[in-house]
């Protein structure tokens, strides 16, 4: 009979000291929040380092150490901060303990070709840690956001109740105040009433200057691209300060029809952009062979383009449907009172007025925007399948 493969286990001088450098990471924090980060990096770099080789060279087996470690780092978070800390610490004890016979165990290479040398191995996990640092540091504002949108107190900071998870910290008053409060339903009118309409006329003249610029034929494509896209590029307050001269002299200026159009304006970059990247897998001799069986360019465009290239479309037009929905700057400049919209409203409320509801339509709004991207993750998806980009 052969012999058993014995498991490669990965040197201490290794893993010891990568859970080491984690544990500084995470004691940066901890010492942070309790007055000294310079001590938590070195307590948490010992404690951390420590702890991994108690529980890969002494201990050895993973599930009472996970389960150990995780009840050992809730106590002690209990007592540094009571319960949201034990929560935290347990979280904080479960990744521990799994990283570390994550490492001991060399699983590290099991999705990672085996040729790749250490130091391409090292930084194929440090730049997803990269990305995910960047993806913490851009969503935790939304997470502090979201919680104190549920606050019982007029106040814009966590009270003592709400970290003790007390039922009495929350409230939904604050979207009831959303929904019953006149200035603030006049405000979600308008932005309903705009944002339609402006992403009607974006897809539909985005989409037109999408099919013409792909064609190989159309002289100065990228000069005329350039310009078509250049809402996108240039700060945002210039291209306001320039629609509201170019409307005051055209008599646009405070109307909805000028809001409208600016909008649209702003949407129609993003329609290019999606209908372009959609239209470069796009079998032009369907609409050859379309044409030779007799139909004209509308109907070719109708029955034979328009459903292929629809998830590009749609996509563009949520998009635009996003920036003209939460877009501020431009509406202060060539609104008036009259087309105050809910980002708008959004912004007097922080000027005059300091309400926790504003957090409440933030929130609202956050939802909204993580629907609508994941249609358009899913339209994208659909896309690939339809050109045979992915499999099915």
Known sequence: MAALTPISRTP??????VVAAAGAFAGLFVGTA????????????IAMGALAYVLTQIIKSETPSRWGTVVLLAVVGYFLGGLPAMVIGGIFGWLFAWFSFWLYEGRYRAKVPPY?????VLWHFTFRVICGAILVFLITPILVVMPLSFNAENFFTFTPEMLRFDPAGYSLKHYRDFFSSSDWQNALRNSVM????????????????????????????????????SPMIV????????????????????????VVLAHAA???????????????????????AAANMGANPVTTFFRVQMPLILPGVISGGLFAFITSFDEVVVVLFVGSAGQKTLPWQMFTGLREQISPTILAVATILVIISICLLTTVELL????????GMSPG
């Open 12 to 17: 201490v001088s290794f893993y010891v000291p």
């Open 34 to 45: 309790q007055g000294s980060g310079l001590l938590g990096i070195v307590v948490g770099a």
């Open 116 to 120: 790749l040398t250490p130091m391409q």
């Open 194 to 229: 705009i944002a339609p309409v402006a992403t009607l006329l974006s897809v539909s003249f985005g989409t037109l200057a999408a099919i013409g610029l792909s064609q190989p034929h159309v002289p100065f494509r990228r000069a005329i691209m350039a310009v078509l896209i």
């Open 235 to 258: 700060p945002l307050i210039i291209s306001a300060a320039g629609m509201y001269f170019f409307y005051s002299r055209i008599g646009l200026q405070g109307t909805y029809l000028g």
């Open 266 to 288: 702003l949407g129609i970059p993003f329609v290019i952009i999606t209908v372009t990247a959609t239209l470069v897998g796009f079998d032009r001799s369907l609409t050859r």
């Open 380 to 387: 994208r998806r659909r896309s690939e399948r339809l050109r």
